[in-house]
């Protein structure tokens, strides 16, 4: 967490408790795109703390630097699933795909 945010422990579990409050309303169409967009933003909100790690590298001895790199692209990757995952036609592809 950057120094200049205050109240760290507090943030990380409000964005704990937001993720998984997406996560869960992805499941549900009615809320399908509501939470599609919140994950969106949520990835996008914590990217920059992301980037404070990696340039700082000091303050996190014990993770090696180019996992605290190699993460940064993977918010685009996860961007995009979010959006797959909330497509409104994925239900019926799924059912498509069971029933053969």
Do not use: C
């Not at 549900?28 to 790690?53: C, E």
């Not at 180019?66 to 059912?95: C, E, G, N, Q, S």
């Amino acid at each position: 967490m950057p120094p200049y945010l205050p109240a760290h422990l507090e943030l990380v579990y409000i964005s704990g408790v937001f993720e998984m409050l997406g996560g869960l309303g992805v499941l549900f169409s009615r809320t399908r795109k509501l939470a599609a967009w919140g994950l969106i933003a949520l990835l996008i909100t914590i990217f920059p703390a992301n980037v404070h790690m990696a340039l700082h590298l000091e303050q996190f001895p014990d993770i090696p630097a180019w996992v605290l790199y190699a993460r940064l692209p993977f918010h685009l990757v996860f961007i995009a699933w979010v959006w797959w995952a909330a497509r409104p036609d994925l239900p019926k592809a799924i059912a498509r795909r069971m029933t053969g």
